[in-house]
């Protein structure tokens, strides 16, 4: 069955600081791979997406995501962050099985302090 | 151009009750997905409708159901209302139901409490 893990459930970084966000997934085939980000009571906001090509992928906000196959990763990089970027970040990985549908990991809240 | 739009926003109902949550995808979309999503958890999928037929459906109880209307807009509903049901619900749309047209689209959400 598909998974994904993200081990970081909190994360703390000083506005300006580097940030890398840790994504592991589990999934038989070539898996398409997605990053949300959720501000409190907000719905989800792609970030960016890997689907084919280029395993290294821009997103919005200033956001890259770099596809490592061997180690089954996804992780997620952003080399300044802003104090806006405090959110909830979820990894996700979109299945052949029925459609399109994701399987999220549980999330890793980011907070950002001045 | 509009985005997915969920309504209620925010609900409450009693345990045993029945709730009825309702979503409406971006113009031209015609898939629509159902997540919950509980404190503290990633989203988990409900259910898949495209064209509307079910195309996917989550590790739910019966108890759970929707469907899509020919507009597109779908239905989720539950029935025998538990505490382990209360979550924020979210509805996402896509143009089609498969991955090569794209990625899915989310509304904010219909936030239940169970009581």
């Known amino acids: 069955a598909q998974s994904v893990t993200q081990p970081d459930i909190h994360i703390t970084v000083s506005e300006g600081a580097s940030l890398e966000l840790r994504c592991n997934y589990s999934?038989?085939?070539?898996?398409?791979l997605f990053w949300y980000v959720q501000s409190p009571g907000q719905g989800l906001q792609l970030l960016l997406k890997?689907?084919?090509?280029?395993?290294l992928v821009q997103g919005i906000k200033g956001f890259e995501a770099e596809f490592k196959r061997s180690q089954s990763s996804f992780n997620l990089r952003k080399p300044s962050v802003h104090w806006s970027d405090a959110a909830e970040y979820f990894c996700?990985?979109?299945?052949?099985?029925?459609?399109?549908?994701?399987?999220f990991g549980a999330g890793t809240i980011l907070r950002v302090k001045s | 151009d509009a985005g997915v739009t969920q309504s209620p926003t925010h609900l409450i109902k009693t345990r045993g009750q029945h709730v009825t949550l309702r979503c409406s995808p971006i113009?031209?979309?015609?898939?629509v997905s159902w997540y919950q999503q509980v404190l503290g958890q990633g989203p988990q999928f409900i259910f898949q409708?495209?064209?509307?037929?079910?195309?996917g459906r989550g590790n739910f109880p019966d108890r759970f159901s929707a469907r899509q209307f020919p507009n597109y807009s779908s239905e989720l509903n539950v029935n025998a209302l538990l505490l382990g049901d209360s979550a924020l619900y979210l509805c996402?749309?896509?143009?089609?139901?498969?991955?090569?047209?794209?990625?899915?689209?989310f509304g904010e959400g219909s936030r239940l409490t169970v009581l």
């Open positions: 113009s031209g979309h015609k898939s």
């Open positions: 996402a749309s896509s143009l089609r139901g498969v991955w090569v047209t794209g990625e899915l689209f």
């Open positions: 409708y495209y064209e509307k037929e079910e195309r």
């Open positions: 890997y689907f084919s090509g280029d395993t």
């Open positions: 996700a990985v979109g299945t052949m099985e029925y459609g399109n549908k994701l399987v």
């Open positions: 999934y038989g085939a070539t898996p398409y």
